[in-house]
């Protein structure tokens, strides 16, 4: 099975991905694979149409009180097809569980929502499809994306440059 929140991309250039597993299962190694995809018009995660089929992780921590990150980097960086809304997803392999922290009932994020597939009975364990929805709830999760956008500069002119260099 797999967690997934929706998200807004308006740079198309993804550093890393953070979401945090519960205190309590902090020493489980079960690997987890992330995923993004596209979503339709409606908001529904196309779990067919993958855009990054992403690593596989495994994350421990010796700390049993604060919830253990789970970070994604990348690098290079996921580059995204165009600016848009996706789907990224947090998946056990097919065995093992994991619980992340889901700020349930507030809709924090307004660019999106938690969605769960059911674990999936095909071999390869791929994403399954027609995933549930949770409106009102949301994962909690930091999305590190490198900006893509330029930053205007002034121009000196010929002259500035000629008394700077003299």
């Excluded at 149409?49 to 700390?63: A, C, E, K, Q, R």
């Amino acid at each position: 099975m797999a967690w997934g929140e929706t998200f807004m991309a308006q740079d198309t250039l993804i550093q890393s991905v953070t979401v945090w597993r519960i205190p309590s299962e902090h020493n489980d190694p079960s690997p987890l694979k992330f995923w993004i995809t596209q979503i339709d018009s409606s908001g529904t995660p196309l779990t067919h149409l993958v855009v990054l089929d992403g690593p596989t992780l495994s994350f421990t921590s010796p700390d049993s009180i604060h919830p253990t990150p789970l970070v994604y980097s990348f690098d290079p960086p996921i580059s995204l097809p165009r600016p848009s809304s996706y789907c990224f997803w947090v998946q056990e392999v097919c065995s093992g569980y994991h619980d992340v922290l889901i700020a349930s009932g507030v809709n924090g994020y307004k660019g999106g929502a938690l969605w769960e597939t059911f674990r999936s009975n095909a071999e390869g364990c791929i994403l399954r499809a027609y995933p549930e929805s949770f409106p009102n709830d949301d994962l909690v999760f930091t999305l590190v994306f490198c900006n893509t956008r330029t930053t205007p500069v002034r121009q000196p002119t010929w002259g500035q440059v000629k008394v700077k260099y003299r």
